[in-house]
């Protein structure tokens, strides 16, 4: 998977012709992301391909990445790997949308040519982790006690009671 990704593609003509697109697209491209990363350094690499079963157009493909996000549970960098592979059904209207075969996600096409980073960023959007955590049995800063120098709990004095003076005078009479 090398070179760069064209900016826009007629995925119609992709899929009639069925040809197979490789590349590499900066994080920092994908604006929608951005907000939920620590950092935009880095790439994705993709592989997508066009096909046409019957009267079904298809886009299909692969987007592997690893992005760095912020642990929910200690507030420090981790790293996400991503591999996440897709299918979709090409559509025009939401009725072609609702005919598509079990296991097509519908992508409306309402232009004749596309954005391709808008699809690979809706994509890596829903492979996003819903709550960015270190996976267990890795060091995650929240987990890792910390020494603790351990304090003789202070007693406070005790209370003195004000209606002492009050006792004494009665007692002395």
């Known amino acids: 998977?090398?070179?760069?990704?064209?900016?826009?593609?007629?995925?119609?003509?992709?899929?009639?012709?069925?040809?197979?697109?490789?590349?590499?697209?900066?994080?920092?491209?994908?604006?929608r992301l951005a907000p939920t990363?620590?950092?935009?350094?880095?790439?994705?690499?993709?592989?997508m391909?066009?096909?046409?079963?019957?009267?079904?157009?298809?886009?299909?493909?692969?987007?592997?990445?690893?992005?760095?996000?912020?642990?929910?549970?200690?507030?420090?960098?981790?790293?996400?790997?991503?591999?996440?592979?897709?299918?979709?059904?090409?559509v025009t209207t939401e009725e072609q949308a609702e005919r598509l075969p079990e296991g097509l996600e519908p992508l409306l096409i309402a232009e004749p040519t596309l954005r391709l980073a808008e699809v690979i960023e809706d994509e890596l959007v829903l492979a996003?982790?819903?709550v960015a955590l270190h996976p267990e049995g890795s060091v995650c800063a929240a987990r890792v006690p910390t020494a603790v120098a351990v304090q003789k709990p202070v007693e406070p004095e005790p209370r003195k009671n004000p209606f002492a003076a009050l006792a004494q005078l009665k007692n002395s009479h």
């Open 1 to 31: 998977m090398s070179g760069s990704l064209p900016d826009r593609i007629d995925v119609l003509r992709l899929a009639e012709t069925g040809r197979t697109l490789h590349g590499r697209l900066p994080l920092a491209a994908l604006t």
């Open 49 to 90: 391909s066009g096909s046409k079963e019957g009267r079904v157009r298809t886009l299909r493909g692969r987007i592997v990445t690893t992005l760095t996000m912020v642990c929910q549970r200690c507030l420090e960098p981790m790293t996400v790997p991503i591999d996440v592979r897709f299918q979709l059904g090409l």
């Open 128 to 130: 996003l982790p819903i």
């Open 37 to 47: 990363l620590h950092t935009v350094e880095g790439e994705v690499a993709v592989e």
